[in-house]
């Protein structure tokens, strides 16, 4: 997708996918409280006949482009990587794409059984201790029979990853696991005593939270796309304890920053991982690291702090509400 094709899709249906509703609107405009900020009185301006936006309190607008570039606060290229990502009917309409049924199915869906899945996860640093939390999907996109890593989400959709793709399948959603039991499935929340969470932007750096982890009791939620931010933070809500372990890039930053601004308890442990991008970074770089101590060569990259964050990230988990010993 190019920029072209991404600004002539409704950026009504764009907010809406973000998770923001119009105060009031007509058949030309539309009104919506700031997206990038709390306000009172909605001063966000669609209009709807030139797909254009304009906020009136910081006197800024533009194109689709224009909007997310500053709500993800990142550059035009991961902006397109997103849009690449979502599925906007307005965009498979002016492709005049009309299909019957998907162009895809599922053909099975299994316990991890494939080498060569298996030692994708092995070169990012996940051992067997997680393969109860995924599945092996048997897919067909077209003509093209593929397989991949597939994590569950609550609406029955999968994300899917192996070494050579990335994609998802059915309905997007978040994940929630119950790290206690190791079921996967929203199960009642609300009636259960639960006080923990840790917060993640996508499955792996959950599944390498879990490969880190020696003893942890509580909840992971893994949100699948920062699009899915407000329906995150309709869950979080019966949270008193929550623990982010976001990515360290801009939209990751951004993403810290609505969480906590909503929820000003939530503890961020990104320090812990401060010198890479993500939780599986960081665990790669560890697992190589191991590697290099036992055949004699000292990593030079591999700092005396970051040895330290190492020891704590259990501790730090453990002595926080709600995340205790299970056993």
Known sequence: MNCKQFNSISLEEVLLSLGHLPTKQNEK?????????????ASFKLDKRINAWYLHSEGVGGNNTDFMKKYLNTSVNEVLDWAQKQN???FHHQQ????????????????LHNPNLKQYLQGRGLSPKIYDYIKEVRFTIGSKKLYAIGF???????????AFYKGSLLKKDVSIIDFRSNDQGESNIQDRD???IAVFEGF??????IELQKSFAGDILVMNSIALLNKSLAHLKNYPDIHLFLDNDNAGIKCRSEIIRSFPEAKDHSGIYSNHKDLNEFLIHRMKNNVSNKTGKQSEKFPEQEKQQTRDLEPKIKNSNGFKRKR
């Open 29 to 41: 405009e539309a009104w919506y409280l700031n997206p990038f900020a709390s306000e009172s009185q």
């Open 152 to 162: 569950e989400n609550l609406s029955g959709g999968f994300e899917l990853r192996n």
């Open 88 to 90: 906007f009917s307005s």
């Open 194 to 196: 639960v006080r923990g």
């Open 96 to 111: 005049h794409i009309k299909k019957s049924e998907p162009n895809y199915r599922i053909d099975e869906i299994l316990d």
């Open 204 to 209: 792996i750096d959950a599944l390498s939270f």
